[in-house]
Nanobody, 118 residues
Protein backbone atom coordinates (compact mmCIF):
# COMPACT_ATOMS: atom_id res chain seq x y z
CA UNK A 1 0.00 0.00 0.00
CA UNK A 2 1.31 3.40 -0.94
CA UNK A 3 -0.22 6.85 -0.53
CA UNK A 4 1.54 9.90 -1.93
CA UNK A 5 0.25 13.37 -1.11
CA UNK A 6 1.03 16.50 -3.07
CA UNK A 7 -0.20 20.05 -3.52
CA UNK A 8 0.81 21.66 -0.25
CA UNK A 9 2.55 25.00 -0.01
CA UNK A 10 2.47 28.52 1.33
CA UNK A 11 -0.68 30.54 0.77
CA UNK A 12 -2.04 33.81 2.10
CA UNK A 13 -5.17 33.89 4.26
CA UNK A 14 -8.24 33.69 2.05
CA UNK A 15 -6.38 31.73 -0.59
CA UNK A 16 -6.94 28.24 -1.95
CA UNK A 17 -5.01 25.01 -2.37
CA UNK A 18 -5.91 21.60 -3.76
CA UNK A 19 -4.25 18.59 -2.20
CA UNK A 20 -4.00 15.27 -4.04
CA UNK A 21 -3.36 11.76 -2.78
CA UNK A 22 -2.33 9.07 -5.26
CA UNK A 23 -3.10 5.56 -4.01
CA UNK A 24 -1.71 2.19 -5.03
CA UNK A 25 -1.44 -1.37 -3.77
CA UNK A 26 -4.99 -1.94 -2.58
CA UNK A 27 -8.61 -1.97 -3.76
CA UNK A 28 -9.05 1.80 -3.92
CA UNK A 29 -12.67 1.74 -5.11
CA UNK A 30 -13.75 -0.21 -2.04
CA UNK A 31 -11.94 1.89 0.53
CA UNK A 32 -12.98 4.85 2.62
CA UNK A 33 -10.47 7.66 2.19
CA UNK A 34 -9.81 10.44 4.67
CA UNK A 35 -7.72 13.53 5.22
CA UNK A 36 -6.17 14.40 8.57
CA UNK A 37 -3.94 17.26 9.64
CA UNK A 38 -1.47 17.96 12.40
CA UNK A 39 -0.28 21.35 13.56
CA UNK A 40 3.01 21.68 15.50
CA UNK A 41 2.59 20.56 19.10
CA UNK A 42 -0.91 19.21 18.58
CA UNK A 43 -2.54 15.84 18.00
CA UNK A 44 -3.39 14.69 14.50
CA UNK A 45 -7.02 15.56 13.78
CA UNK A 46 -9.53 14.27 11.30
CA UNK A 47 -10.54 16.77 8.59
CA UNK A 48 -12.73 15.00 6.02
CA UNK A 49 -13.76 11.58 4.72
CA UNK A 50 -15.36 10.13 1.61
CA UNK A 51 -17.03 6.75 1.37
CA UNK A 52 -16.24 4.07 -1.15
CA UNK A 53 -19.75 3.66 -2.51
CA UNK A 54 -21.84 6.67 -3.37
CA UNK A 55 -19.14 9.13 -2.47
CA UNK A 56 -20.78 10.34 0.70
CA UNK A 57 -18.71 12.95 2.51
CA UNK A 58 -18.26 14.30 6.00
CA UNK A 59 -16.22 17.13 7.47
CA UNK A 60 -15.03 18.43 10.78
CA UNK A 61 -17.02 21.51 11.75
CA UNK A 62 -14.13 23.96 11.36
CA UNK A 63 -13.80 23.29 7.61
CA UNK A 64 -17.44 22.86 6.59
CA UNK A 65 -18.31 25.18 3.73
CA UNK A 66 -14.64 25.79 2.91
CA UNK A 67 -13.14 22.35 2.14
CA UNK A 68 -14.36 19.72 -0.33
CA UNK A 69 -13.18 16.13 -0.47
CA UNK A 70 -13.61 14.18 -3.70
CA UNK A 71 -12.25 11.09 -5.40
CA UNK A 72 -11.48 9.79 -8.88
CA UNK A 73 -11.66 6.00 -8.71
CA UNK A 74 -10.36 5.54 -12.26
CA UNK A 75 -7.20 7.50 -11.47
CA UNK A 76 -6.94 6.28 -7.87
CA UNK A 77 -6.86 9.82 -6.58
CA UNK A 78 -8.48 11.57 -3.65
CA UNK A 79 -8.52 15.36 -3.45
CA UNK A 80 -9.01 17.99 -0.81
CA UNK A 81 -10.01 21.37 -2.23
CA UNK A 82 -9.36 24.01 0.40
CA UNK A 83 -10.83 27.49 -0.04
CA UNK A 84 -10.83 30.58 2.17
CA UNK A 85 -7.86 29.25 4.04
CA UNK A 86 -7.13 30.54 7.54
CA UNK A 87 -3.90 30.59 9.57
CA UNK A 88 -5.37 27.90 11.83
CA UNK A 89 -5.49 25.55 8.83
CA UNK A 90 -1.69 25.42 8.90
CA UNK A 91 -0.24 21.97 9.42
CA UNK A 92 0.89 18.77 7.77
CA UNK A 93 -1.96 17.15 5.88
CA UNK A 94 -2.10 13.36 5.69
CA UNK A 95 -4.07 11.03 3.46
CA UNK A 96 -5.45 7.91 5.11
CA UNK A 97 -6.81 4.75 3.51
CA UNK A 98 -9.09 2.37 5.34
CA UNK A 99 -9.27 0.49 7.55
CA UNK A 100 -9.08 -1.78 4.53
CA UNK A 101 -11.40 -4.74 4.06
CA UNK A 102 -8.42 -6.87 3.05
CA UNK A 103 -6.53 -6.68 6.35
CA UNK A 104 -8.42 -4.37 8.70
CA UNK A 105 -5.53 -1.92 8.81
CA UNK A 106 -5.34 1.76 8.05
CA UNK A 107 -2.52 3.22 5.99
CA UNK A 108 -1.07 6.73 5.90
CA UNK A 109 0.83 8.86 3.44
CA UNK A 110 3.93 10.83 4.32
CA UNK A 111 2.09 14.15 4.53
CA UNK A 112 2.27 17.48 2.76
CA UNK A 113 2.86 20.81 4.47
CA UNK A 114 0.24 23.57 4.25
CA UNK A 115 1.18 26.98 5.60
CA UNK A 116 -1.34 29.82 5.68
CA UNK A 117 0.40 33.09 6.42
CA UNK A 118 0.63 36.65 5.19
Amino acid sequence: VQLVESGGGLVQPGGSLRLSCLASGFNFKSSVMSWFRQAPGTKREWVAAITSVGGGTDYTDSVKGRFTISRDNAERLVYLQMNNLKPEDTGVYYCKAGPLRSDGRAYWGQGTQVTVSS
